[in-house]
């Protein structure tokens, strides 16, 4: 059974830093297309940041500069830095296994002013 596991969120003031943590069992991570997405209330779900099997790396235009996704294939993680948080970056954040459509249950990052 795959689970994906999503963990680090939380309340943070505005120009902190968070990491999200995605943990992944049952899959075969390494070989994965991964990425994160985020829903904000009342908003579409949007792309945050997409990593290929290979470690190649794509971000929604708005966020490039401030987040990073990277992967740790040895320990079927996805990570996502987030720096400089903005109180327009809270959101439910959900990690996202690309290869078999997984979706993770999500963590809430709440940005404060």
């Known amino acids: 059974q795959v689970q994906l596991v999503e963990s680090g969120g939380g309340l943070v003031q505005a120009g902190r830093s968070l990491t999200l943590s995605c943990a992944v069992s049952?899959?075969?991570?390494?070989?994965?297309?991964m990425g994160w997405y985020r829903q904000a209330k009342g908003k579409e779900r949007e792309l945050v940041a997409h990593i290929s099997s290979n470690g190649r790396t794509d971000y929604a235009d708005s966020l490039k500069g401030r987040f990073t996704i990277s992967r740790d294939n040895a320990k079927n993680t996805l990570y996502l830095q987030m720096n400089s948080l903005k109180p327009e970056d809270t959101a439910m954040y959900y990690c996202v296994d690309f290869k078999d459509g997984y979706w993770g249950q999500g963590t809430q990052v709440t940005v404060s002013s």
């Open positions: 049952g899959s075969a991570f390494s070989i994965a297309a």
